[in-house]
């Protein structure tokens, strides 16, 4: 399994290099998008860090701590994960294409449009899985990534 902090890492570095602007918000709605569509594509986790379900959607807590001190700003500087490593997505298989994948199709939209993705609509009759968990659960409730495969299949089935 990918440690969250060396995808993370990547998307700054994508995101420094491509002039878009990522917030700590941003940036977890593409880890859980990722997430999910690896997840769908070879039905095992990216990593043994587990969504937690926020009042703005799917939440990596671990990496919003390490995000937090630039709030709403976008983030500039990659943080090094306990071996001070960095990972190069174009390097590892099923991981790389779906990271190059959920960046080309996500990377340039605002963090409320990504928001309103993993919400899903109070109307709608599939219900997302972070909508699920706070029905079912409650606000800060671990995610299940069963509910996580259907929003997988929603997106890219």
Do not use: C
Not at 39 to 67: C, M, Q
Not at 70 to 96: C, K, T, W
Not at 125 to 154: C, F, H, P, S, V
């Amino acid at each position: 399994m990918i440690s969250p902090i060396y995808v993370a890492n990547n998307m700054i570095r994508r995101a420094n290099d491509q002039d878009i602007s990522l917030t700590n918000l941003k940036l977890q709605k593409l880890l859980y998008i990722l997430y999910t569509r690896y997840l769908f594509h070879t039905k095992e986790p990216l990593f043994s860090d587990r969504f937690e379900a926020w009042k703005y959607g799917p939440v990596l807590s671990d990496v919003y701590d390490v995000f937090k001190r630039e709030g709403a700003n976008p983030i500039i500087d990659m943080r090094p994960d306990s071996n001070g490593q960095v990972l190069i997505a174009s390097e590892v298989g099923e991981f790389g294409e779906s990271f190059d994948d959920i960046w080309a199709k996500y990377a340039r939209q605002s963090a409320s449009d990504l928001v309103g993705l993993t919400h899903g609509s109070e109307n709608s009759e599939y219900e997302t899985a972070w909508r699920k968990t706070i029905r079912d659960r409650g606000l800060g409730a671990l995610m299940n990534d069963e509910d996580i495969k259907q929003d997988g299949e929603k997106w890219f089935g």
